[in-house]
């Protein structure tokens, strides 16, 4: 083979390594503080940033599971991109009936135990309100968003939210008992290393 074109290909093939990691080096992890009016943190509330030049990337969504145990939903509230497919495995020895009859996802998966056979695609964004039709008690919550960028709450309050291009965005949070969930509250930051964020949700009284 020509030696110089084994040269021009080993230049290219270098170029593209070094783009790639420049790319990588530039994500960025942004810690981000939920806490309600009294400043108490909030665990498990949703998180996402949009960048403010409403570019996103293509869309890759995968898939999600929210298991029933012990006549409850686990996890109670599942963050999730749109387009993602769900599954409803069923760890009780009782059956259940899955449904939402929320604008964003209307399902129903009748009376079953175990796996059903076919997960549910969350394919709108939105607040989509799990019920299971023989247990009143049980509920849980999808909250799904076009961002890639999301993640909730724990414990402590804390969201990370992972590969987060370096640019500006702006970041928003819900809480399934926040006052009004049509207005998120929001914070715009630039991304970078050491950038944080901290949101206020209000909260309705416990």
Known sequence: MNPAFLRRLF????????LAFS????????????????????????????????KLPPAHPGDAIIDQIKRRFVPLVTVVQTGTSISFP???NIEHDVYSFSPAKTFELDLYSGVPSHPVVFDK????????????SMIAYVYVVDSPYFGKSDENGVARIENLPAGNYEFRAWHYQMV????????????DADAEVKITVQLKPR
């Open 125 to 136: 964004p939105g607040i989509a309100v799990l019920g299971c039709n023989i247990h009143d």
């Open 90 to 92: 069923n760890k009780d």
């Open 180 to 191: 009004d969930a049509t207005v998120l509250p929001s914070a715009r930051i630039s991304a």
């Open 23 to 54: 790319h990588v080096a530039e994500a960025v992890t942004i810690k981000v503080q939920v806490v309600d009016q009294d400043g108490h943190a909030i665990n498990d509330a949703a998180v996402y940033a949009t960048p403010l030049n409403g």
């Open 11 to 18: 230049a290219i093939g270098t170029t593209w390594v070094v």
